[in-house]
């Protein structure tokens, strides 16, 4: 089984543009990610897919592998298929560029998912780790998944799910990390379906499988992400590094 990782790294961005670009420690945010991705020692190749020029030299000036895209993307699933859509692979796991501090364990829990599948019932698998807190509950920015008995992902959103109208019912709210493992034929079924309503809704690209019937595995970590969204957030990663 050939399992690679691609970082998707798109130059434009709404909250903190060229935030990829942004130097932390003496390199960029996006070579950062790319060195500590390599550096899990999890994947068999491990390429950057991006729009940008300044991105693309970024990785290849300092020996690294790049893959420039040639559309326009929607999102992070669309420019991994480009990617590697000529590549001879089993498995893609999607690292987000602007998470730099790559914890190995929540890769290595999506890897397993994979190598124990052996009937093949599983199109992605992703992470998820609760949260208990209202404010963290209720903000649209953290995407909610609920599961069924044996882990497979039934919807995400952005609204508060399950709605808690009994509040004694012991739910546990668990949010998404944007961390996925692929097989090939999903990613490319997905690169090739148009999109439907859900996903419009929410603009959360992951309802586009499980609108068209991927099955999606998640895992449940303690591990939270670190990710630079916003230019306090590159401030408190120069500080946490």
């Not at 039934?154 to 799910?161: G, K, N, P, T």
């Amino acid at each position: 089984m050939k399992i690679i990782a691609v970082i998707p790294a798109r130059y434009a961005s709404t909250r903190f543009p060229a935030k990829l670009m942004q130097d932390l420690g003496g390199k960029t945010v996006i070579l950062r990610t790319y060195e500590a991705a390599v550096q899990t020692q999890l994947f068999d190749d491990v390429f950057v897919a991006t729009d940008s020029i300044l991105i693309y030299n970024e990785i290849i000036s300092n020996g690294g592998k790049a893959i420039m895209s040639i559309k326009e993307h929607e999102s992070g699933s669309d420019r991994i298929a480009e990617a590697v859509e000529n590549l001879e692979v089993d498995i893609v796991i999607n690292v987000q560029g602007d998470e730099p501090f790559i914890d190995k364990k929540p890769l290595e829990q999506i890897i397993e998912v994979f190598k124990n599948d052996h009937d093949k019932n599983v199109d992605l698998a992703s992470v998820m780790f609760e949260i208990k807190e209202n404010a963290e509950i209720n903000n649209p920015n953290n995407v909610k998944v609920i599961v069924d008995q044996k882990g497979f992902a039934l919807y995400f959103s952005r609204s508060v799910i399950p709605y808690p109208r009994d509040e004694n019912a012991g739910v546990r709210y668990m949010k998404h990390i944007g961390i996925y493992g692929f097989r090939k034929d999903a990613l490319m079924d997905f690169y090739r379906l148009p999109m439907l309503s859900l996903e419009a809704s929410e603009k959360l690209e992951q309802l586009r499988y499980l609108e068209y019937g991927k099955r999606i595995r998640m895992v449940e970590t303690t591990h939270g992400s670190i990710g630079i969204d916003t230019a306090e957030d590159l401030e408190k990663a120069r500080l946490l590094l």
